[in-house]
């Protein structure tokens, strides 16, 4: 197990370093640049601008001068923003992010995996057909849709909900339901998919001819191995989800890091789209770790290699 770890966390950041050097030259090859803007800017101007962020040196110089700092945490000053540094954009946004899309993640988990479980049990029946229309529906539609239609209804028109910002616990009801909608679905085909595989096993069958109780069956033993393809969904999409839906923050204007990565990229905010997609790569890559050896702490039959 160590030594797999260790494998991993060296693979994980050849991944890191490789995310950054393909986002540093792509970012500086598209034309334009950080200082151009509507408003017509000196030639003189610019220079003094490019020579205070160290624009003005050669690319290799200003790569390896980046990827020095990162190395030490220090991510840069936001080129826009002037008296920020990209990190504490990072930290005093991504919190928010990580509210809401944690609790999206659980409430997906949460409904998602009984709903499977569920449906594969009613296979053939009237229960099964209604989850499984529910969930190609909410694959089908795309979360800015639910969220805009949530906001219709229980803001505009019942004026139930705020949606606006996240002043209490009640503006987090809409958000959190428009981003858990689809992994919801999703995990419930997932499930109810891996279910139904786990149940035609042989071991199911002779548990089911021995007169075991049909819940201690599904909880003990089929639920173990069933969920072993939704822990490995739920990695990247804990990683993704915490990190923000961009389209989903912009509809209920909540400050977290998505629109903080949307105007970096308006903007040409060269470091802060450097750190936000830094710091996007290393979660997503730790989750995967986490979930590779959670694999093991679920079944212990797999072998870590």
Not at 61 to 82: C, I, N, P, W
Not at 134 to 150: D, H, N, Q, R, W
Not at 189 to 207: C, E, I, K, N, P
């Amino acid at each position: 197990m160590a030594k797999y770890i260790v494998k991993r966390i060296g693979l994980a950041i050849v991944t890191i370093w490789v995310v950054a050097t393909l986002t540093f030259f792509l970012m500086n090859f598209v034309p334009g640049g950080p200082f151009l803007s509507e408003k017509a800017v000196s030639p003189k101007a610019m220079a003094a601008l490019e020579e205070k962020y160290g624009l003005d040196k050669p690319l290799w110089e200003q790569y390896v001068t980046y990827m020095t700092d990162a190395l030490h945490g220090d991510f840069g000053a936001s080129l826009k923003q002037r008296g920020r540094t990209v990190m504490s954009i990072i930290t005093s946004k991504f919190p928010v992010s990580a509210r809401v899309g944690g609790l999206a993640v659980l409430a997906a988990f949460c409904i998602g995996v009984p709903l499977g479980c569920f449906s594969a049990m009613n296979r053939g029946k009237a229960l099964d057909s209604f989850i499984i229309v529910v969930a190609t529906f909410g694959i089908a539609v795309p979360s800015f849709v639910v969220g805009t239609v949530l906001m219709y209804v229980f803001s505009v028109r019942l004026g139930w909900v705020s949606s606006l910002g996240l002043k209490n616990w009640t503006n987090y009801i809409l958000p959190v339901t428009a981003l858990a909608f689809y992994p919801t679905a999703y995990i419930t085909r997932l499930m109810r998919s891996s279910m139904l595989d786990v149940l035609g096993q042989d071991y199911m069958r002779t548990a089911r001819a021995k007169g075991l109780n049909q819940i201690i069956s599904l909880f003990k033993h089929a639920l173990r191995n069933a969920i072993l393809p939704v822990v490995t969904y739920m990695g990247p999409l804990l990683a993704y989800t915490v990190t923000g839906s961009f389209i989903v923050e912009k509809i209920f204007t909540i400050p977290g890091l998505g629109g903080e990565f949307i105007g970096s990229i308006s903007n040409r905010d060269y470091t802060v789209i450097m750190g936000t997609t830094i710091f996007l790569a290393s979660l997503i890559v730790l989750m995967n770790v986490v979930v590779d050896i959670a694999y093991k702490l679920i079944d212990p039959r797999i072998k870590l290699k």
